[in-house]
């Protein structure tokens, strides 16, 4: 329901104005009454000496005062009225107005809120076009886009009512074209084309008769662009007259240029994940992806205790195929192998291609280990593939590795290393058409595992953990902006271990809190170390699990690590990072998490942006103050446009959601120039400077201020 602005005291500007009205005509009339009374009577006492016509003069006056005030009266009422029923049918034009903007408002928001929500062009166009319906208020919207001949536009989306009206619609924007569409000319200047009055202009297209049929009056066709390049259209239409003013399509072509945004975002999202995750040979998956689907199905096996098998595959003879017939002849044949593969997995399995003719598969959801044996023996029938021309059949045979989680190994890559070594146990070609399963090595690799775990548990009380510290940079002047701790373990028997190895372990075993723990009080204590040597510009960023940011009461443990080392929320140096891949986890409980954190004064910075599987739908659900762009798409930059695309999108993004952005890997100046060049003027990486001690990290900093 709509209703009318109310004054400060409650009451309507209607009813106001009403009262002041009120208030003249008293006004008037009592000034009236009183002038007549008073003069009146003077002036028949000065005339009149005669008693009789006195009185009789007396009552004729009356009567006149009553006839005159009356007239008198229904003037000032009538006028005023009429003065009351222009503003009150202004006020209504000016209500239904603002209705209409907070209308096209809501519908930006809720557009907007698309944009970061949906990873697919298709379900993008036709959810804008639903909420401008629903949300927005007009009877019909579409989404035309540009087709390859960049000449014609047509509908690829549309909602509402009477949606006839779009079909057949193509039309010709070439502007210097004869047979240019009559709003060419508009959406090329980027400007939007307004009709008010639908039958007050010729028919345009059969479109355009078709929609006066159906009582359209109104229509806004808006532009949107990439850089000067006209991608497509937005189009409403209404069945209201004159709805279209300066305010409304102000914010319509703001609605335009957001979708516009999201196509690119998309289109440079797909791309990214096409050309880093797909093999342009056979178009499978290559093995960044595989290692990402194994990863996710390991979680899935850990909750539900199910069995996943990784198996590694080889093409026999393709060195001889690429030697004796050519290397066009070694690609068919595995495009053939891989199309092979695909027809014969089940649903929910994956295939990769990992190069030169080896191939790896992932079977999910197993019952048990041998499962894995039924579906080997379907995948490594041998079979013929015709060669062409006077070349006889070629007689295709595979081999494999497999290995099973649990038992063989507990990640991703180990998995795959296991299989591989299965594979190219006695070698490939000596169990062509079987698959031999890892075991040699298990046991060794348990007690490995065990030993390390052991070790890691008294780690803290040997005081093997220390932290180094690598620096945060201003890539225009090289300034250090702050600092991130890492932790780094010495072991007596091991060596140096690799956080790659030990965090994984911790968080699995529950140490990861106590060591978390150790942690922030190590870098708080630094910190304020650092500014109590007047180094007061500096930020500590520190890593969280998700596991020690779910902990119950970790924000007051928070404060009194803060309390203790003197750290103040309205100057606070400390910045915590999480991980994308943990936020997708848990994204209500982690929320809620950063959201207490943020109340205490501390920034929130999301790690490893981009590694994870919804990058783009949880961005304004989240209290984050930064992006941290993942280094292995800051490793393409130089060498990989798609690489440098993904980042102009994320400067872009991040402008739009008032994100800063920070690049981690940098390790070349070409990267460090590019980045800079995009708008990402903060960074890390082995080009400014490894990890290193505390004391080692001072000599980068400027001089102390004080």
Same mark, same amino acid.
């Given at each position: 329901?709509?209703?009318?602005?109310?004054?400060?005291?409650?009451?309507?500007?209607?009813?106001?104005?009403?009262?002041?009205?009120? *208030?003249?005509?008293?006004? #008037?009339? !009592?000034?009236?009454?009183? @002038?007549? /009374? +008073?003069?009146?009577? &003077?002036?028949? %006492? =000065?005339?009149?000496?005669?008693?009789?016509?006195?009185?009789?003069?007396?009552?004729?006056?009356?009567?006149?005062?009553?006839?005159?005030?009356?007239?008198?009266?229904?003037?000032?009422?009538?006028?005023?009225?009429?003065? *009351?029923?222009?503003?009150? #049918?202004? !006020?209504?034009?000016?209500? @239904?107005? /603002? +209705?209409?903007?907070? &209308?096209?408002? %809501? =519908?930006?928001?809720?557009?907007?809120?698309?944009?970061?929500?949906?990873?697919?062009?298709?379900?993008?166009?036709?959810?804008?076009?639903?909420?401008?319906?629903?949300?927005?208020?007009?009877?019909?919207?579409?989404?035309? *886009?540009?087709?390859?001949?960049?000449?014609?536009?047509?509908?690829?989306?549309?909602?509402?009512?009477?949606?006839?009206?779009?079909?057949?619609?193509?039309?010709?924007?070439?502007?210097?074209?004869?047979?240019?569409?009559?709003?060419?000319?508009?959406?090329?200047?980027?400007?939007?084309?307004?009709?008010?009055?639908?039958?007050?202009?010729?028919?345009?297209?059969?479109?355009?008769?078709?929609?006066?049929?159906?009582?359209?009056?109104?229509?806004?066709?808006?532009?949107?662009?990439?850089?000067?390049?006209?991608?497509?259209?937005?189009?409403?239409?209404?069945?209201?007259?004159?709805?279209?003013?300066?305010?409304?399509?102000?914010?319509?072509?703001?609605?335009?240029?957001?979708?516009?945004?999201?196509?690119?975002?998309?289109?440079?999202?797909?791309?990214?994940?096409?050309?880093?995750?797909?093999?342009?040979?056979?178009?499978?998956?290559?093995?960044?992806?595989?290692?990402?689907?194994?990863?996710?199905?390991?979680?899935?096996?850990?909750?539900?205790?199910?069995?996943?098998?990784?198996?590694?595959?080889?093409?026999?003879?393709?060195?001889?195929?690429?030697?004796?017939?050519?290397?066009?002849?070694?690609?068919?044949?595995?495009?053939?192998?891989?199309?092979?593969?695909l027809s014969r997995l089940r649903e929910g399995d994956t295939v990769a291609h990992l190069g030169n003719g080896e191939f790896a598969l992932l079977l999910c959801d197993l019952r048990m280990g041998m499962d894995v044996s039924e579906v080997a023996d379907?995948?490594?029938?041998?079979?013929?593939?015709?060669?062409?021309?006077?070349?006889?059949?070629?007689?295709?045979?595979?081999?494999?590795?497999?290995?099973?989680?649990?038992?063989?190994?507990?990640?991703?890559?180990?998995?795959?290393?296991?299989?591989?070594?299965?594979?190219?146990?006695?070698?490939?070609?000596?169990?062509?058409?079987?698959?031999?399963?890892?075991?040699?090595?298990?046991?060794?690799?348990?007690?490995?595992?065990?030993?390390?775990?052991?070790?890691?548990?008294?780690?803290?009380?040997?005081?093997?953990?220390?932290?180094?510290?690598?620096?945060?940079?201003?890539?225009?002047?090289?300034?250090?902006?702050?600092?991130?701790?890492?932790?780094?373990?010495?072991?007596?028997?091991?060596?140096?271990?690799?956080?790659?190895?030990?965090?994984?372990?911790?968080?699995?075993?529950?140490?990861?809190?106590?060591?978390?723990?150790?942690?922030?009080?190590?870098?708080?204590?630094?910190?304020?170390?650092?500014?109590?040597?007047?180094?007061?510009?500096?930020?500590?960023?520190?890593?969280?699990?998700?596991?020690?940011?779910?902990?119950?009461?970790?924000?007051?443990?928070?404060?009194?690590?803060?309390?203790?080392?003197?750290?103040?929320?309205?100057?606070?140096?400390?910045?915590?990072?999480?991980?994308?891949?943990?936020?997708?986890?848990?994204?209500?409980?982690?929320?809620?998490?950063?959201?207490?954190?943020?109340?205490?004064?501390?920034?929130?910075?999301?790690?490893?942006?981009?590694t994870g599987y919804a990058s783009l739908s949880y961005l304004h659900r989240l209290p984050v103050d930064a992006l941290k762009i993942d280094q292995s798409f800051v490793r393409g930059l130089g060498g990989d446009p798609v690489a440098e695309n993904l980042?102009?999108?994320?400067?872009?993004?991040?402008?739009?959601?008032?994100?800063?952005?920070?690049?981690?890997?940098?390790?070349?100046?070409?990267?460090?120039?590019?980045?800079?060049?995009?708008?990402?003027?903060?960074?890390?990486?082995?080009?400014?400077?490894?990890?290193?001690?505390?004391?080692?990290?001072?000599?980068?900093?400027?001089?102390?201020?004080?």
């Open positions: 329901m709509e209703h009318h602005a109310v004054t400060r005291n409650g009451s309507s500007p209607s009813r106001s104005l009403a009262g002041r009205l009120a *208030l003249r005509i008293v006004v #008037v009339y !009592l000034v009236m009454g009183i @002038l007549w /009374i +008073a003069l009146s009577d &003077r002036a028949l %006492a =000065m005339l009149v000496d005669d008693p009789v016509l006195l009185t009789w003069l007396q009552t004729f006056k009356g009567w006149a005062y009553v006839l005159v005030t009356a007239l008198l009266l229904y003037g000032l009422i009538a006028w005023q009225m009429h003065v *009351l029923a222009q503003a009150n #049918v202004r !006020l209504e034009e000016r209500g @239904l107005h /603002i +209705a209409r903007l907070n &209308r096209v408002h %809501a =519908m930006l928001s809720a557009i907007n809120g698309a944009i970061l929500r949906i990873r697919h062009r298709d379900s993008l166009l036709r959810e804008s076009c639903r909420i401008a319906v629903d949300t927005g208020g007009f009877d019909l919207a579409w989404v035309g *886009l540009v087709n390859a001949d960049a000449r014609t536009l047509s509908p690829v989306a549309s909602a509402g009512d009477a949606l006839d009206c779009l079909d057949g619609l193509s039309l010709c924007i070439a502007s210097g074209d004869p047979d240019a569409h009559p709003m060419a000319a508009d959406l090329c200047a980027r400007l939007p084309f307004v009709v008010n009055e639908l039958s007050a202009i010729p028919p345009m297209d059969e479109c355009h008769s078709r929609a006066v049929a159906r009582g359209f009056r109104a229509m806004a066709v808006v532009p949107f662009f990439n850089g000067s390049q006209l991608l497509g259209v937005l189009g409403f239409l209404s069945r209201q007259a004159t709805v279209f003013d300066a305010d409304e399509l102000q914010l319509l072509t703001e609605v335009a240029a957001d979708t516009g945004l999201g196509l690119m975002i998309i289109d440079q999202a797909q791309a990214l994940e096409r050309s880093t995750r797909y093999d342009p040979l056979t178009g499978l998956p290559n093995r960044g992806l595989l290692e990402e689907r194994i990863g996710q199905a390991l979680l899935r096996a850990r909750h539900h205790r199910r069995y996943i098998g990784v198996m590694a595959l080889e093409v026999l003879g393709l060195r001889a195929v690429i030697d004796s017939l050519g290397r066009q002849q070694g690609d068919r044949l595995q495009q053939v192998v891989a199309r092979r593969l379907k995948l490594l029938e041998p079979f013929e593939l015709e060669m062409g021309g006077d070349l006889p059949p070629l007689h295709v045979k595979l081999s494999a590795g497999a290995a099973v989680y649990p038992g063989d190994a507990e990640s991703g890559p180990e998995l795959l290393h296991c299989a591989g070594v299965a594979l190219h146990q006695g070698g490939a070609q000596s169990h062509a058409g079987r698959c031999v399963f890892y075991a040699r090595e298990m046991d060794e690799r348990v007690r490995e595992y065990q030993a390390l775990d052991n070790e890691l548990q008294g780690a803290l009380q040997r005081d093997e953990m220390h932290l180094h510290y690598q620096p945060i940079v201003n890539t225009r002047d090289g300034s250090v902006l702050g600092v991130e701790a890492l932790l780094r373990w010495d072991n007596r028997r091991f060596g140096s271990v690799s956080p790659g190895r030990f965090i994984p372990m911790a968080e699995h075993s529950g140490l990861i809190l106590s060591l978390g723990e150790w942690v922030l009080e190590q870098a708080c204590a630094q910190i304020a170390h650092w500014r109590a040597q007047g180094w007061n510009h500096l930020h500590m960023s520190v890593n969280l699990s998700a596991r020690q940011l779910l902990t119950p009461g970790f924000d007051t443990q928070v404060v009194k690590v803060l309390e203790r080392h003197g750290l103040d929320k309205d100057d606070m140096p400390l910045v915590l990072e999480v991980t994308e891949t943990a936020v997708i986890e848990d994204m209500e409980q982690v929320s809620e998490a950063l959201f207490r954190l943020k109340r205490l004064g501390i920034a929130v910075h999301l790690d490893d942006f981009g980042i102009r999108t994320l400067v872009v993004l991040a402008e739009r959601l008032d994100l800063s952005l920070v690049a981690e890997g940098v390790e070349t100046d070409e990267q460090r120039d590019i980045l800079r060049r995009l708008g990402c003027d903060v960074a890390q990486g082995y080009l400014f400077a490894r990890p290193a001690p505390a004391e080692q990290i001072e000599g980068l900093f400027p001089a102390p201020q004080g």
